[in-house]
């Protein structure tokens, strides 16, 4: 994780304020961050210390079950939040954040903050109606199960997860996010690898043919 400093800090400030999210102003002590891919931005069941507000990039959300099974359950872009319901509340299970690209972040210290935020009217009107966006998203991921064939859903996936043009994904976390059978997405992939949309390379898959896999993924209405 890096911390952007000086001028580097002042530009991104500048380019991607956030001010008017706020009746204060937060500048003072906020923080400029970038995390690699891979990098945990939250660990899973540590409160975070900070607020986190994405402005580049994207992250997954990951839940560790009872019997020690993780899953993937949501996906976070940028101009969202990270950390809302840590603050909202004082009793909260935390759900392990990982960067899948290059993520850069305004992180907004919870300790020199939480009052404010809590009684901003402004923030909290903002803050809900993101909240409400994000349930209307995960209620319709469960309804697209039944409704859409996995081509399409696997095409919204892999474009939402790959990197710089690389998917690499780990098929057993894609089966348990999307509800199918390894044989199934086995297969799925492979037809996509001949239509060539992508092409295969060891363990990872890169993306050849971006506008067919939009033109599968635009059918379910998320972008």
């Not at 940028?78 to 909202?88: F, V």
């Not at 696997?154 to 996010?177: N, P």
């Not at 086995?186 to 043919?209: A, N, P, S």
Request: one cysteine or more; proline letters at 2%; charged letters at 25%.
């Amino acid at each position: 994780m890096e911390i952007y400093k000086g001028k580097k800090k002042q530009y991104f400030m500048e380019q991607h304020s956030i001010a008017h999210l706020f009746s204060f102003p937060v500048e003072e002590f906020i923080e400029v961050r970038e995390y690699k891919r891979d990098e945990w931005i939250i660990q899973e069941g540590m409160r975070p210390d900070f607020l986190f507000y994405v402005i580049g990039g994207k992250a997954k959300i990951y839940i560790t079950h009872q019997n020690g099974k993780v899953s993937l359950i949501n996906f976070i872009n940028a101009n969202e939040y990270i950390g809302e319901m840590e603050l909202l509340n004082d009793v909260y299970y935390t759900k392990g954040i990982q960067a899948s690209t290059k993520t850069i972040c305004f992180a907004l210290p919870i300790h020199r903050y939480r009052g404010q935020l809590l009684e901003d009217a402004k923030f909290l009107r903002e803050l809900t109606k993101f909240l409400s966006v994000k349930a209307s998203v995960m209620a319709a991921k469960y309804s697209q199960s039944l409704a859409f064939p996995l081509e399409n859903r696997l095409a919204d996936f892999i474009l939402q997860t790959a990197d710089e043009g690389v998917y690499k994904e780990k098929h057993v976390a894609v089966c348990d996010y999307l509800g199918v059978s390894y044989r199934h997405l086995l297969h799925v992939l492979t037809q996509f690898c001949e239509k060539g949309y992508m092409q295969k390379d060891g363990r990872v898959y890169h993306i050849k043919d971006y506008a067919s896999l939009h033109a599968l993924a635009d059918v379910l209405g998320n972008r």
